[in-house]
């Protein structure tokens, strides 16, 4: 909330290097604050720091399951009601309801079209506001 | 004395007689003392009348001999002969007698009998020609059926299977004749099965379920077996039991559960690409739009990227797809040769050019397909090149088999090969490509110059070649006879098999090739060969051969021996699972060797880390042979072999060695019933006095 009333705050937590870079841009164009996460730990650090208002993250992270930080996250003071949206290859139907169950507001599969990513966000951040 | 002997109602008869005469002797004498003057006339009358009577006795015993007594004799002698051995007997009566028609009569009883008997014979012929014929039909059923049958008794022990159970099973060193069930298949699903067809009080006999389907896993846990188990209701124990068929599965679940591992990581490889991908070029287009170079450069390059990327995961995608579905191909090792000579007997083979085979090697291949493609070839060298006559050699070079198609004339231009191999197979509905059918053996096909002849092409196919075939068997000196009579010390508990006779065990006979003489100086076991003795037939489909890696060096004097190098055993499993898997194999037999001290020294230096223990009761065929035949210095396997009458094959060889061993020592236990030995605890004893005396023969 430093940050101002306007600007929201969006951390994105995933390995693909690619992925971010292009996420990051087109949400910051989008007029978001952005910070970005490779890992469980990058993203645990990066919490402290920038109080996100809303979190980008895959379900496979390269040291801890993404599920783990959707819940350390939420269980957090203040991060109760963070809206958490998670990313993934994994095609199962039963993931989404894992994720859902787990306390993430959305679920949404690779490959996807930026401009629904965007829309979802935009979503999420008014009714948040 | 033997002329005096007469058959006893001959002997009463004369008795008899003579009894009577000397009564009439000693009456005679007894009147002569009474002779006197007055009495003389009328006593020498009554004398003379007895003497008279005396002869006329005689007369009269001999006519009753000869009419009656010897021809009841000789009646009731040919009675004997007619019942017992031999029924078309003639009775050797003489024609004078007054027996009647009872001579007659008994012939005439006997040649009924003699007839029924027949008929009985026959008929017992006719039955046992259907029972011969059934056993051979369902002996042929077992043999061809596709499916691995295993039949047990009611105890669960094996009483029959066929040689698919036993290919299916290969991996189950436990399957054999007497053997459990249960040390061959994971008991728990197989008797939980069988309790469901277990007739209960609820469900009368026979009314439940037929049979049952399951799926287990092998007690080693390498096949995953999908059995159809039925019981078989019989009030003759030695036919009650169970009877399963058995297909394996583990290579299918095995493969199918790679493949959909291998399909979901492959699609899931290509979501992060093409999520970046589609993600930087939204960026892309949104920087150009802005005017942003920095940012447009840095989006296209990572579009670039990520191209790149998805190109090479669909390339995983796409092989991991093809090897789908070739998988469903099986690969046999096929006689290259063979199969050449089945395509110049084809129908097709008019068609062909004429074909000069020089082909003796084997490949790994799948037959059908594999000759398919070959007559393919053959059929566009004749259509296409009007190449009359084709030359085929084949030729081992490494891992693979090199099929050269020879012939007159000029290479055949690659697009055209190309054309050729894209065509389908018309004898599996043009569905398969020649190509396709080469890839699934890894290979390709090309025509080239024969360099070594001029004016002359062929086409060049390498294929997989398969395991060498054949077999090494040159003469090599034996191993020297070879006692640890310090292992004797510790001798094994026989048990409740003591008093068993011993036809009635079961043995495992085995040997061990050893990198040398000294276990307890590093020596290893480089193989091991064994087979089993089941109710004294040698099981020749129940055999273990297995190399074993010693994790040392082969001395050269050792490979002179058995013939194994390092190489050899580079890819054996470590001798501690050889020997656990022996060990399962043996089971609780008795162990047999032939100089059996020598094996169970390396055996049972091992036990303890091997985590399995030797206590076997053991016999030795060479001791065995001495005691028997100690007159004769000659105690090689080749002469005892040799002394018994069984041949000798595969010598040096492991399995070799314990074949022959396993021959002598069932010719063995039948010559040792003449030296009182019959059980077991007969034979270990001998067998320890041998060992003794061996010692002694040692010390001096």
């Known amino acids: 909330m430093s940050n101002g009333p306007m600007i929201k705050n969006i951390l994105i937590v995933d390995n693909e290097p690619n992925l971010t870079v292009a996420l990051d841009f087109l949400l910051a164009h989008a007029g978001f604050q952005v910070a970005t996460a490779a890992s469980y730990t990058e993203a645990m650090q990066a919490v402290t720091k920038i109080r996100p208002d809303m979190v980008l993250m895959d379900v496979v992270l390269p040291d801890r399951s993404g599920y783990d930080l959707c819940q350390t996250l939420l269980a957090m003071p203040g991060l109760e009601h963070l809206p958490i949206l998670m990313l993934t290859t994994r095609g199962l139907d039963v993931e989404r309801e894992k994720a859902l169950s787990l306390g993430a507001v959305d679920f949404i599969m690779k490959p996807f079209i930026p401009s629904t990513i965007l829309a979802r966000v935009q979503e999420l951040m008014t009714e948040a506001a | ?700």
């Open chain 2, 1 to 700: 004395m033997r002329a005096i002997r007469l058959p006893r109602l001959r002997k009463r008869l004369w008795l008899g007689i003579i009894a009577l005469a000397l009564l009439q002797v000693i009456a005679i004498i007894a009147l002569r003392g009474t002779l006197t003057t007055t009495t003389q006339p009328s006593l020498i009358a009554t004398i003379g009348a007895m003497s008279i009577g005396i002869i006329a006795l005689f007369a009269l015993g001999v006519l009753i001999d000869q009419r009656l007594c010897k021809p009841l004799v000789a009646t009731s002698r040919g009675a004997e002969i007619l019942s017992g051995s031999n029924p078309g007997h003639r009775l050797e009566v003489h024609t004078q007698h007054w027996l009647g028609r009872l001579p007659e009569t008994i012939e005439n009883l006997a040649a009924a009998l003699s007839r029924s008997r027949h008929e009985m014979e026959e008929a017992a012929a006719a039955w046992n020609t259907r029972i011969e014929a059934r056993k051979n039909r369902l002996e042929t059923i077992l043999r061809e059926i596709r499916e691995g049958v295993i039949v047990c008794d009611t105890e669960g022990r094996i009483t029959l299977y066929n040689s698919v159970a036993r290919d299916i099973l290969s991996t189950e060193p436990a399957l054999g004749l007497g053997r459990s069930i249960d040390e061959v298949l994971n008991a728990g699903p197989l008797h939980h099965t069988l309790n469901l067809l277990e007739p209960t009080s609820n469900n009368a006999a026979k009314s439940g379920p037929a049979d049952a389907e399951l799926v287990c896993a092998s007690t080693s846990g390498e096949r995953l077996v999908r059995c159809r188990v039925a019981r078989l209701y019989n009030d003759d124990p030695d036919t009650a039991g169970f009877v399963m068929t058995l297909q394996d599965v583990s290579r299918q679940t095995r493969e199918a559960l790679r493949r959909d591992q291998a399909l979901r990581q492959a699609i899931e490889s290509l979501r992060n690409p093409l999520t970046s991908l589609t993600t930087a070029n939204e960026s892309l287009r949104v920087a150009q739009r802005e005017g942003l170079t920095d940012a447009a450069e840095t989006f296209a390059a990572i579009v670039d990227e990520e191209s790149k990327r998805l190109t090479d995961g669909f390339g995983t995608l796409s092989a991991e797809t093809a090897s789908m579905i070739s998988d469903n191909w099986r690969l046999d090792d096929v006689h290259l040769g063979s199969l050449i000579d089945g395509i110049k007997d084809s129908p097709q083979a008019e068609h062909l050019p004429r074909l000069q085979c020089r082909v003796d090697v084997w490949v790994e291949a799948e037959p059908y397909l594999l000759s398919q493609v070959i007559e393919a070839l053959l059929n566009r060298l004749a259509d296409e090149l009007g190449v009359s006559a084709v030359a085929l050699t084949g030729r081992e070079e490494g891992s693979l088999v090199y099929l050269d198609m020879n012939w007159s004339g000029d290479v055949v231009a690659s697009d055209q090969i190309d054309r050729w191999l894209d065509a389908g197979l018309e004898d599996v509905g043009g569905t398969v490509s020649l190509r396709e059918v080469l890839q699934r053996h890894d290979t390709t096909v090309w025509s080239q110059p024969d360099l070594s002849r001029t004016a002359r092409a062929m086409l060049r196919l390498p294929l997989p070649g398969a395991p060498a075939k054949t077999e090494t068997s040159t003469a090599l000196p034996a191993r020297p006879e070879y006692y640890d009579f310090a292992l004797e010390q510790d001798a094994p508990v026989l048990g409740a098999r003591a008093e068993a006779p011993l036809q009635q065990l079961d043995y495992v006979v085995f040997d061990c090739e050893t990198t040398g003489l000294e276990p307890s100086h590093g020596d290893e076991i480089v193989s091991i060969g064994a087979v089993r003795i089941h109710q004294g037939q040698v099981m020749h489909g129940e055999t273990f051969e297995l190399l074993a890696n010693p994790g040392r060096e082969i001395p050269a004097l050792a490979t002179s021996f058995h013939g194994i190098t390092a190489e050899d055993v580079a890819d054996a499993p470590p001798v501690d699972e050889v020997i656990r898997r022996f060990h399962a194999f043996a089971g609780d037999a008795v162990l047999v060797g032939f100089n059996v001290a020598f094996d169970m020294r390396f055996l049972k230096l091992k036990q303890r880390r091997c985590d399995v223990r030797f206590d076997h009761p053991t016999l030795d065929a060479l001791l065995l042979s001495i005691l028997l035949h100690d007159h004769t210095g000659e105690h090689t396997m080749e002469g005892i072999a040799d002394r018994l009458g069984v041949g000798v094959g595969g010598r040096h060889t492991a399995l070799g060695d314990s074949l022959t061993t396993a021959e002598i020592f069932t010719r063995l236990i039948d010559l040792l019933s003449a030296e009182s030995i019959y059980t077991l605890h007969d034979a270990t004893s001998a067998q320890e006095k041998m060992v003794e005396f061996r010692r002694q023969q040692r010390a001096f």
